[in-house]
Nanobody, 115 residues
Framework: QVQVEESGGGLVQPGGSLRLSCVAS????????MAWFRQAPGKQRELVAQ???????AYGDSVKGRFTISRDNAKNTVYLQMNSLNSEDTAVYYC?????????WGQGTQVTVSS
């Protein structure tokens, strides 16, 4: 069983930045495909960004050029750097660890973009 825990959410003004962190347990972390999803009220959960064990990244269209996903395998941690935030980015952000055809989810962290 892989344990996943997000942190770093909060309230930020439009145009501001925030960095989310996600720690996943297990000694094979370097092989996990890690991803960030988000879900806004009344909307479906959507993929924000993904990074493979080999460091290949992919982004949702709405965040390309503004968000950056990275990982530190020595710390079992994946990061989501979010810049130029706007109200459309307000959502609960979830971290997903994919390994051996299974997905392990964190509890989510709230990001609110408001003045």
């Amino acid at each position: 069983q892989v344990q996943v825990e997000e942190s770093g959410g909060g309230l930020v003004q439009p145009g501001g930045s925030l960095r989310l962190s996600c720690v996943a347990s297990g000694r094979l972390f370097a092989e996990y495909t890690m991803a960030w999803f988000r879900q806004a009220p009344g909307k479906q959960r959507e993929l924000v960004a993904q990074i493979s064990g080999g460091g290949i990244t992919a982004y949702g269209d709405s965040v390309k050029g503004r968000f950056t996903i990275s990982r530190d395998n020595a710390k079992n941690t994946v990061y989501l750097q979010m810049n130029s935030l706007n109200s459309e980015d307000t959502a609960v952000y979830y971290c997903d660890a994919g390994f051996l055809a299974k997905d392990y989810w964190g509890q989510g962290t709230q990001v609110t973009v408001s003045s």
